[in-house]
């Protein structure tokens, strides 16, 4: 499969899906300083640690994990408030 057409597969199948669950429920109002792809990866890496331990996994349980853990919403703060010198 070409590269463009293969990213256009994934980009329908794979992230629209998950893009769309986090627009439905308002995930970006409640992680401020996160942009969609920061969310996406980071529901993508909890689903697959949900799944690795037998936990029921899908980005509905690891979004409703990500919005529960007040660590990963204090960690971003943190990190957007660093500023590098030149």
Excluded: F
Excluded at 4 to 21: K, N
């Amino acid at each position: 499969m070409p590269l463009p057409e293969a990213a256009a597969s994934w980009y329908d199948t794979v992230y629209c899906p998950i893009a769309d669950i986090i627009r439905r429920h308002e995930v970006l109002k409640q992680m401020p300083g996160w942009t969609e792809a920061d969310l996406y990866v980071e529901i993508t890496r909890r689903w697959l640690a949900l799944s690795k331990e037998g936990k029921p996994a899908g980005p509905q349980p690891a979004i409703n994990w990500l919005l529960l853990d007040e660590e990963a919403r204090r960690w971003w703060q943190r990190r957007h408030s660093i500023e590098l010198t030149e």
